[in-house]
C-alpha cells in the first residue's frame, strides 16, 4: 500500500476517475447522485480503493438503527473546526457510497463516514477508524435484516480488539454487548426512548431488570456501564462534570441524544465541547429531513421515520393537537417489503390530531390506525391529504421512499 507520501497508484486513479465519469452519466441521466453506480464501478476496477482512499484521513464511521445520518453531519461540522472533513453526507452508507464520497475529498483531513449497520465490521476493517460511534440496536427491514441481537453479535466479533476509540451509547444493552470487546471505550448516556428490542439479555439471554434509568441481567450480571459523557435535558455533562449547553435547530430529544455523541467524539480528536456544540447550530435539516417547506398554500414539516423506534421518537416532536398529520408508508426494496413493524408502533400517540393516511401501503397502515381507534381518512396523494387538512402547520411522517416521493413532489 502507498506511504503517507504517496499519491494514489495509476489503478487507484484510473477507478477514481472511471467511478466520477459513470455517477456524472447517471446523475445526467436523471437517476439520482449517482454515487453507489460510481463507487460499485470504481471498486471494480480496484477493490482496495477503499483502504486507499482512507490511508491518509483520520476516520470517524458512525452506525445505528436511527440517527446515523443526522449524528454523521453534526461531527462533521464539528471536526471542521479542526480541518478540512469528507463525508458521504447524502446517506450512501454501503461500502461503493462510501468510496464515492472519500474519492470526492482529496483535500480532507477527516474522513466522517455513515456506515449502515450489516457493513460495519467490513469497513472498519479497510479505513482503519480513528473512532467509532455506536448509537442504538433496534429491529429495521424485518424481512432482511438480522435479528437485533445478531447484528449486535456481528459488531462484537468484528470490532473485537479493534484499535479505534469506540464511543457507544450505555443506555442500550445491544450497543453495550457489541462495545464491550474493543479495549477503549467512551460510554455516553444518550438515552433510549425505544425498549422492546432488549428486554432479554444479549450476553445470556436472561431478563432483563430496568429500575428507573439503569439496567442489569439478573442472572449473568451484565450491566449498564458508567458514563463518563451524558445528555441531561438541553446540556451535554463531560467527563469533568461541565455542563455545556446544546443549541440546535434540528428538534427532539433525539437530536440532543446526538449531538452529544457528536461532542465526545469530537474531543477524541481535541474539539472542546463548546466549539463543537456551537458549530453543530449550523445544521438546519439532513437531506431533507425536519424541512418546512411551502406546498399548495401551506406549510409542511417533512419528517422521516423508518422504524418502530423512529417513529416513537417523531411522535415526541411533532406540534400537539389539533396539528393536522398525514402519514405516508411504502414497502418498497430499500423500506424492506415486511410491514409487520406497523403492529409494533403506538399510534395512540396520535389521539386528537386529525390523520390523512397516503403511501403505496395506505390500507395496510389505516387497519394499524382502525385497531388504534384513531380518526383518520385515507387519501390518493399527497395533494388531495394536503387539501383535506384544517389548518395549521402540517406534519408529514414518511418512510424512506415515501419520504423521497414527497420531496420530489414539493420540489425539495
Known amino acids: 500500500m502507498a506511504g503517507n507520501s504517496d499519491p494514489l497508484s495509476p489503478r487507484a486513479k484510473l477507478a477514481v ?29 480496484d477493490p482496495d480503493l477503499l483502504a486507499r482512499l482512507a490511508q491518509n484521513l483520520d476516520v470517524v464511521l458512525v452506525s445505528a438503527t436511527n440517527g446515523k445520518t443526522t449524528t454523521t453531519r453534526l461531527i462533521a461540522e ?3 473546526a479542526a480541518g478540512p472533513v469528507v463525508s458521504n453526507a447524502l446517506g450512501a452508507n454501503m461500502p461503493a457510497g462510501i468510496t464515492s464520497a472519500l474519492a470526492g475529498g482529496s483535500d480532507a483531513k477527516f474522513g466522517v463516514i455513515e456506515v449502515d449497520e450489516k457493513y460495519l465490521a467490513g469497513v472498519a476493517r479497510d479505513t482503519a477508524p480513528k473512532c467509532i460511534a455506536l448509537l442504538n440496536l433496534s429491529r429495521d427491514q424485518l424481512d432482511r435484516a438480522a435479528e437485533t441481537r445478531m447484528l449486535a453479535e456481528n459488531w462484537r466479533e468484528g470490532l473485537a480488539g479493534s484499535k479505534a476509540v469506540i464511543v457507544a451509547n ?78 440546535l435547530q434540528l428538534p427532539g430529544r433525539a437530536n440532543k441524544a446526538n449531538a452529544a455523541s457528536s461532542a465526545a467524539v469530537a474531543a477524541v480528536f481535541g474539539v472542546p465541547p463548546q466549539v463543537a456544540l456551537e458549530r453543530m447550530y449550523q ?14 398554500s401551506r406549510d409542511l414539516r417533512l419528517l422521516l421515520a423508518k422504524n418502530p423506534a423512529g417513529w416513537l421518537e417523531t411522535f415526541s416532536l411533532i406540534d400537539p393537537p389539533p396539528a393536522p398529520v398525514i402519514l405516508s408508508v411504502n414497502a418498497r426494496g430499500a423500506d424492506g417489503t415486511d410491514t409487520s413493524w406497523l403492529w409494533d408502533v403506538d399510534y395512540t400517540r396520535l389521539t386528537g390530531h386529525p390523520i390523512f393516511v397516503i403511501g403505496d401501503r395506505k390500507l395496510d397502515l389505516a387497519v394499524r390506525l382502525e385497531v388504534a381507534n384513531q380518526h383518520f381518512q385515507v387519501c390518493e396523494d399527497l395533494d388531495q391529504a394536503v387539501q383535506m387538512c384544517p389548518p395549521g402547520r402540517i406534519e408529514v411522517i414518511a418512510n424512506y421512499t415515501a419520504f423521497q416521493d414527497l420531496r420530489r413532489r414539493v420540489g425539495n
Open 17 to 45: 476517475t472511471a467511478g466520477k465519469a459513470v455517477a456524472a452519466a447517471s446523475r445526467a441521466a436523471g437517476r439520482g447522485s449517482g454515487s453507489v453506480i460510481g463507487g460499485r464501478v470504481a471498486l471494480k476496477l
Open 78 to 80: 464539528a471536526l471542521r
Open 170 to 247: 450505555c443506555d442500550d444493552p445491544l450497543v453495550v454487548w457489541a462495545a464491550s470487546s474493543s479495549p477503549n471505550v467512551i460510554w455516553v448516556a444518550a438515552g433510549q426512548m425505544w425498549k422492546d428490542d432488549a428486554w432479554s439479555c444479549p450476553s445470556c439471554g436472561g431478563v432483563m431488570q430496568r429500575p428507573g434509568e439503569d439496567w442489569f441481567c439478573g442472572e449473568c450480571g451484565f450491566r449498564r456501564p458508567q458514563p463518563s459523557w451524558a445528555l441531561s435535558g438541553d446540556h451535554v455533562l463531560d467527563p469533568h462534570g461541565s455542563a455545556w449547553p446544546i443549541h
Open 283 to 296: 445544521v438546519q435539516a439532513v437531506a431533507g429531513r425536519y424541512d418546512v417547506v411551502q406546498f399548495l
